[in-house]
């Protein structure tokens, strides 16, 4: 454990994140960890090791194990409003639900018959309905998923409604959507878009917004552009303050696209979220998990 490195930009980073804090790495043994999910019922944390095609679990008296050897190459993870886990696959190209027992089942792969690319981060609306974005990064080479053509050629956000098994594109504007999030009111929905992967000199490295309209998204606007690096996964807290990954940890803002300060590790970052409270933070950064406790 050492104590948390801040980088300030703006006093009221004190008011909204703290004045110090912990880290503490709690597993370091990660090809590419990705899409922590916290579980308060079950005091435990569900994590992606995309490349190593498997999914662990933390929990504080046991530590890590796995929970899924064999993931489908597993990327983002949340929790439903029944407290059941919700994951991106690349390898089946679809969004699985998994129920308190351990049941697995695939709950949407295709839109209008064609395959969906690789949904990458996925967040549930109170409403119910799922929403996530799906670049292609899990079709382009058998590092994250299996290589093959997209078959809808374009990555869009999507809104998928359980109850009635209904799949809607969102929104056609984006290029390479990859993390989202809820402002707390859903009246927003804030999502990474982050094109530079491919076009290191025009590409996107963007924190944009929509307007949430029924299962559509609309009036794009720009946040904030992130550097060093790109957006990856985020989170927003109940104050409505971003905390986003970058190159080298997590950069702080405020939805108006102020840049309150950075959170240094120092190593890539990919996504983070809150544990029981806002004073805790789970983080996923390269090869490893850790833990940002407020002081």
Avoid at 8 to 21: A, H, P, T
Wanted: hydrophobic letters at 35%.
């Amino acid at each position: 454990m050492q104590n948390a490195i801040f980088e300030v930009y703006d006093e009221r980073f004190y008011q909204f994140v703290g004045y110090s804090g912990t880290l503490q790495e709690l597993y370091d043994k990660a090809v590419w960890a990705e899409g922590p999910a916290w579980f308060p019922e079950q005091q435990r944390l569900i994590f992606s090791d995309v490349k190593a095609n498997k999914m662990y679990c933390w929990e504080l008296e046991k530590g890590i194990s796995i929970f899924r050897d064999m993931s489908h190459f597993a990327n983002g993870n949340t929790v439903n409003q029944y407290g059941e886990l919700v994951t991106c696959e690349h390898g089946r190209r679809g969004i699985s639900h998994t129920d308190k027992e351990g049941n697995v089942r695939l709950l949407v792969d295709r839109i209008e018959n064609k395959r969906l690319n690789s949904p990458n981060d996925v967040v549930v609306k109170s409403d119910g309905t799922i929403w996530f974005t799906d670049p292609p990064y899990g079709i382009l080479t058998n590092e994250e998923g299996y290589q093959s053509s997209s078959e809808i050629i374009g990555c869009y956000v999507y809104c998928f409604d359980p109850i009635c098994n209904e799949i809607t594109i969102a929104t056609f504007n984006t290029m390479r959507p990859n993390g989202l999030a809820f402002s707390p009111d859903e009246s927003q929905l804030f999502v990474a878009d982050m094109s530079r992967v491919e076009f290191e000199q025009q590409g996107l490295h963007h924190l944009v917004v929509f307007d949430v309209e029924g299962k559509k998204l609309h009036n794009r606007r720009t946040v904030a552009e992130i550097t060093p690096g790109i957006p990856d996964g985020f989170c927003i807290d109940k104050q409505g303050v971003i905390y986003c990954s970058c190159a080298t940890g997590i950069i702080v803002l405020l939805p108006d696209g102020t840049k309150l300060g950075r959170i240094l590790l120092n190593k890539t970052t990919s996504n983070c979220t809150f544990g029981n409270d806002e004073k805790t933070l789970f983080i996923t950064a390269s090869n490893s998990l850790y833990k940002l406790t407020i002081l």
